[in-house]
């Protein structure tokens, strides 16, 4: 079946360290592949995509690269900022399929 | 542009109780879901409507029903409120096209007790 695998939390940093945090999936096909971030209180917001193998997907920052050979899709940040503070989810829709489904989440907090 | 709108924000309910999530979006977007997100266990999908008139299991349905009343609107119903659905819910909606990009609710706070 479908499924994605984050890496554990939550994970805790100082301003100005790079971020990594990994995500490997299981999956049929050519799924695509997402990070949404959740802030204190809010909905999810999607972060990024990539919709096939060696995309990279980028935004505030953030970037992420599909790999089919390692089926990984690993967020990184040069820089992180206390804004960044949120829980972070990796998610892949199946091929056709209009579902999403998710990682366990990963909480981040950035210290100043 | 409200964009996902879900009522209410905060719920408490005893056990057996009934009551209906509301959901609504002004993209005029096809596609609605139903999540729950737990502890640990990210989010998982109740049920979908692919688009107005169709609705769909997801992976944990049980005890739920839903009404895509519209196209604008999608509501969950819990029949008879067990402790077990303790949770935050969340709406989300899409274009409907492959791959999917959703766009989430603020969510909904419910205790059963």
């Known amino acids: 079946g479908n499924s994605v695998t984050q890496m554990e939390g939550p994970v805790t940093l100082s301003e100005e360290a790079f971020l990594t945090i990994n995500c490997t999936y299981t999956?049929?096909?050519?799924?695509?592949l997402f990070w949404y971030v959740q802030y204190p209180g809010e909905g999810l917001q999607l972060l990024l995509k990539?919709?096939?193998?060696?995309d990279k997907g980028s935004n505030k920052g953030f970037e992420a690269t599909y790999r089919k050979e390692t089926t990984s899709f690993h967020l990184e940040k040069g820089s992180v900022q206390v804004s960044d503070s949120a829980v972070y989810f990796c998610?892949?829709?199946?091929?056709?399929?209009?579902?999403?489904?998710f990682g366990q989440g990963t909480r981040l907090t950035i210290n100043p | 542009n409200a964009g996902v709108t879900q009522t209410p924000k905060f719920q408490v309910l005893k056990t057996g109780q009934s009551m209906t999530l509301q959901c609504a979006q002004d993209m005029n977007h096809n596609s609605m879901y139903w999540y729950r997100q737990d502890p640990g266990m990210g989010l998982r999908l109740i049920y979908y409507?692919?688009?107005?008139?169709?609705?769909d299991k997801g992976e944990v349905p049980n005890g739920y029903n839903v009404s895509r009343l519209n196209k604008r609107e999608f509501s969950l119903r819990l029949e008879s409120a067990a402790p077990s659905q303790t949770s935050v819910y969340f709406c989300?909606?899409?274009?409907?096209?492959?791959?999917?990009?959703?766009?989430f609710g603020p969510g909904t706070r419910l205790t059963v007790l």
């Open positions: 409507s692919a688009s107005e008139g169709t609705t």
């Open positions: 990539a919709t096939k193998a060696d």
């Open positions: 989300a909606s899409s274009e409907g096209r492959t791959p999917t990009t959703q766009y």
């Open positions: 998610a892949l829709s199946p091929q056709g399929a209009q579902k999403l489904v």
């Open positions: 999956a049929t096909g050519y799924p695509s």
